[in-house]
């Protein structure tokens, strides 16, 4: 299963960014999606994730600043980043997860650089 992430890149704090994950329409409407980042030296770590049903959960971290959002005719999930501090520089990457059939796919992580 490929899920494809985009829309990283540079910004300076207090800026935004989006990012999409497109995954085939079986695993959009199957699986939690989700972002996760890691910071060079650091564990990959849950952003923001989302049930199938679109009930989001997001790390204390960037409460109030991102949102993550789907829409089902494109089969993409979305992050939207606003607010961005240089301590969200990181490598982020798409997921889909279903806990129940045991299935677990990553995208290609996408970079994203905040700095002034």
């Known amino acids: 299963v490929q899920l494809q992430a985009s829309g990283g890149g540079s910004a300076q704090p207090g800026g935004s960014l989006r990012l999409s994950c497109t995954a085939p329409?079986?695993?959009?409407?199957?699986?939690?999606m989700g972002w996760y980042h890691q910071a060079p030296g650091s564990q990959r770590e849950v952003v923001a994730r989302?049930?199938?049903?679109?009930?989001?959960n997001y790390a204390d971290s960037v409460k109030g600043r991102f949102t993550i959002s789907r829409d089902n005719t494109k089969n993409t999930v979305f992050l939207q980043m606003n607010s961005l501090k240089p301590e969200d520089t990181a490598v982020y990457y798409c997921n889909a997860n279903n806990p129940i059939v045991g299935r677990n796919f990553w995208g290609k992580g996408t970079l994203v650089t905040v700095s002034s």
């Open positions: 329409r079986t695993i959009v409407s199957s699986h939690f």
């Open positions: 989302e049930s199938s049903t679109g009930s989001p």
